[in-house]
């Protein structure tokens, strides 16, 4: 069931969404702020997976990877935390 959202978009906004449906582009009011929102949800995607790819390129790059267990490592981070609760 669609529900109803009221949006105060300013004259300027409100004026260029009239005129985008005057236009003919859009046939109302909503489709052209449905669109909007849609553009601004794949501009956010975009983003992270820029984010993700900058990570990866800067993990690959970072230097030889270390053979570790998981045993030494949770036994270090134990180590840590029991030295740092002495200070």
Do not use: P
């Amino acid at each position: 069931m669609a529900r109803t959202m009221t949006v105060d978009t300013g004259e300027e906004l409100r004026g260029f969404v009239e005129k985008l449906v005057e236009s003919g582009s859009y046939k109302t009011n909503s489709e052209v702020v449905r669109e909007g929102l849609r553009l601004l949800q794949e501009k956010q995607a975009d983003s992270k997976l820029e984010t993700l790819r900058r990570l990866i390129d800067e993990a690959e790059n970072s230097g030889d990877s270390e053979n570790w267990g998981v045993n030494d490592f949770l036994a270090k981070m134990k180590s840590q935390k029991d030295k740092d609760a002495k200070k």
